[in-house]
């Protein structure tokens, strides 16, 4: 255990200590505000807590792996419980996966350092091995909750300071049924952590048609003269190969080849079999920390980095260690590898070679096991669980409409109050409705819940197939957005359904609303943000080579155009300048954000709004992320509140007067992508599905892309709609990619974006695509992809500049930042013709700003190791160096019209 849950604010907020569950304050445990609890796992087994449903299995943000979580998994459990595990470098679970046998060790994922992760003693982004660890959290109604519990003696002050309406969301109660072993429990005398008995390994599945393969047998190679032979007792078969490991070339390679076969193409999990090096290796050899094994199968490559240096251990006794699950078609040429190239930070490593297991999981088992009722996560109370009684006749207004034969049938647009009478009164409603063609019917359900009870809303074609469903657990309003856009009269079916607890007194409120595209379409639901706010900056600070602020310009350097420079703290600059890009005097103070930056965060990057009065920043934590947002005029910072203050992450600006952030509410929960009022902060829906996860307004504002995928594995789509949600139409579907980052042209004519695989790979090459509505073509297909930089139209629309991946045939710098090499790279639209803006050795380009007359490109990169902001001319591709040091983030800054 490395950091501990702060019952004072964990949502960010720095008071310089931490308080854990016993109420003694310490400055050891970490930092402030952390909402969970960080394991030191490195790349190892992740169980399940408790039985219940996977909810989500993905990326944090897909189209960049190194924010917030990275990879994780969110479980819901009953009574409101979910847990969160994040940081992992690969998933066992699916969404929707039913998990019913936690207590014996079901393994959803592999730790990893995937997302934001920091270390002052070494480079997240040199090694995968550095802050390799999980996030655990344990949320109850989408509040971070203790799954410590309590035990102070005095008010939690979790609970005492909690801004909303309903604190006992907040109270945390110790729900350990059996305590994590945790090798450092008095990490601080004043708070030791209960640790309980290490849990044994569960044995890997060895079912019919499982294959081994050993080292030295039938179906395995090696570089001849590279391995040396073992034969210590514990290994497969009695032998095994080593290796020296080596950080610049590999030179040796094993490979475990799985042998052809018809008919028995699948999904197969793979193992590796490794045993401890103090039985593997010589006196004073140690095995590697970070080896990347390659997964060559279904015509795909994907990689999976192990701890050989970790196992066998206490917790992980089995010499068998998961690799993922994979496809393969058994048509001969799929294996798995290792070389001795691994990024360890030690020195004096080896890699070992053992055995490889595959086992099939497809097809099932001729008679499969029925699967049992999920256990639920107990009550936190000392009460017990009443026994469950059978139903009494239901007498409410709509009843009986206990099945879909049995639906209650309503019409039109309506609002309707019912009751929920016991726990088993599932509650099923039936409607009617009609498509013309050419038009789009959008159908909101709204289902308001009484307090202290939990139900969920479900939405049903005329099949009795789900469609859709809000689960937000606790006592939250369930909204549902649905578009049907095949012409034709449609049914469909509501279901309402108890999830905890049912009120025979107080009754819930359904309300359907169904509008056709061009009609008034109500907003939906509505939540108002609130933040406190702070002055401008101020800062007297420059960057190291520029002279401290001086000598300002006639008109306020807060309403000048010209390139915004922010360094990591969110301290900010601006440099003004003219339309042709070249600077109007010195640096100037601008409105900063160094005041709202938390622990354990980081800036990531800032965007102003189309007229410039506005700018949102965007903070990347270990655990997620919030959006800040400055109004240049007075100064004013603030962090956005309510749904959106916990884990939020800005999308984009929808034009208008006044502007809009386009925030999404992330990762669960009150989740979804609203709009945000900068004046007001007041929230409200955008009709998009909560799979969302990128959002692009056209520059007249009247439509919007956006792109939504279900999970890890599950491909993605991309859609256009009105920006009232009409006309909504399906412009790509993608089953083994994610569309990243749609940007418009600035005529709103075309769009480009970035198609990258559906992958567990951190930093994969991705292809840089345009579209007009009616074609798609693509331009590059070396695009910078899983670190969230997009295509960057120029001001006449008839470019796209973007980083393009150097070393592409380099499989290990898809795996740490620090081996990416890029440039900067133009697509001219009319041609297709790309051509190098940059061409530097050994470089790292990030994403570039284009000068207003579009004759200059400026751009941050790290060059030969040398940090600067660069501006190259493109007609002469001439290059001057502006600024020599690092920024967070550069981004143009227009002209503010009078106020």
Known sequence: MSSVFDHNLPNGINDGS????????????????????????????????????????????????????????????????????????????????????????????????????DDENC???????????????????????????????YMDPWVDHQEEPNKSFATSHNVWLEYPAISNPARDPNCPYPSGTPRPTPTPPSGAG????????????????????????????????????????ATCQAQWNLPAQAGAGGDYQVY????????????????????????????????????????????????????????????????????????DLDAERYVLADAVKFVPLNPPP????????????????????????????TSGPYEPNNSFTQAAWITGSVN??????????????????????????????????????????????????????????????????????????????????????YSTSTPYGLQLRSSLSGESIPAGETVSASGVSFGIAGSSRSLPTSAAFSSPLPVPALLLPGLAIFGSEGEGWLQPMDDEGQPRGPLQPLVGFASQIRPGCEWLHFSPSPDGRYLAAQANCEWGGYVVLADRVNGQVTRLGGVLGWESLFLDWEPGNPPRLVVRAEPAGAGGVYRVDPRTLEAEHLPVPEETYDVAFSPDGERVLFAVTEGLGHGSELWMMNRDGSSLTRLVSEQRHILALPRWSPDGKRWAYIRMPDSEVPFPVGELWVMDGKNARLLSDWADAGRGYGPVWSPDGQTVAFVARENVA??????????????????????????????????????????????????HGIIGARPGIWQVHLASRRFSLLIPDDARAIVWIPEIPNQ
């Not at 395995?220 to 290796?243: K, V």
């Not at 051509?835 to 284009?850: G, K, S």
């Open 18 to 117: 931490v308080t854990p569950y016993n109420g003694i304050t310490s400055t050891v445990l970490n930092y402030a505000g952390h909402a969970g609890y960080d394991y030191v796992l490195r790349y190892e087994s992740v169980l399940a807590a408790a039985n219940g449903r996977v909810s989500q299995a993905r990326w944090n943000q897909p189209g960049n792996h190194r924010f917030g979580l990275g990879l994780f998994v969110r479980m819901e459990h009953d009574n409101g419980y979910a847990t969160l595990y994040g940081h992992l470098s690969a998933t066992t679970v699916d969404v929707d996966t039913n998990i019913t046998d936690a207590e014996n060790g079901r393994v959803i994922g592999i730790s990893g350092n995937t997302g934001h992760v």
């Open 123 to 153: 480079d997240p982004n040199t090694s995968p091995m550095c802050s390799a660890h999980l996030h655990f959290e344990v949320k109850r109604n989408n509040f971070a909750v203790d799954p410590f519990g309590w035990s102070g003696n």
């Open 210 to 249: 499982t294959v081994i393969v050993d080292d030295g047998g039938a179906n395995y190679t090696e570089t001849p003269n590279c391995w040396t032979a073992a034969s210590p007792a514990a290994a497969y078969g009695g032998d095994l190969r080593y290796t020296a490991r080596v950080t610049a070339t």
């Open 272 to 343: 590796a079999h490794v045993i401890s090096y103090s039985l593997a290796l010589p006196s004073g050899y140690v095995s590697t920390q970070g080896v990347t094994y390659t997964i060559h199968h279904a015509g795909q490559t994907d990689f999976a980095i192990l701890n050989q240096w970790a196992f066998t251990n206490t917790s992980h006794t089995s010499p068998w260690v998961y690799l993922g699950t994979y496809a393969f078609t058994r048509n001969g040429g799929e294996y798995v590898s290792v070389s001795n190239l691994t990024s």
């Open 366 to 393: 001729a008679t499969p096991t029925p699967t049992p009722t999920p256990t639920r996560t107990p009550t936190p109370t000392p009460t017990p669980t009443p026994t469950s009684f059978p139903c009494p006749p």
């Open 416 to 501: 309707l109050i019912a009751y929920i009478e016991c726990a088993s009164d599932n509650d099923y409603y039936a409607f009617q409705t009609s498509v013309p063609s050419n038009k789009t019917r959008h159908i909101e359900i709204t289902l308001t819940v009484p307090s202290s009870v939990d139900y969920d809303l479900f939405l049903y074609n005329a099949n009795y197939q789900q469609v859709r469903s809000s689960e937000k657990r606790g006592a939250a309003s369930e909204y549902i957005y649905y578009a049907v856009a095949t012409p034709g009269n449609h049914t469909f079916y509501i279901k309402v359904k108890p999830f905890a607890g």
């Open 810 to 859: 380099d499989r290990l710098a898809d795996l740490l930042l620090s081996r990416l090499e890029s440039n900067l790279y133009l697509a001219d639209i009319a041609t297709g013709r790309v051509q190098a803006v940059t061409r530097f050795e050994n470089a790292w380009i990030e994403e570039p700003v284009w000068s207003p007359d579009g004759h200059q490109l400026i751009f």
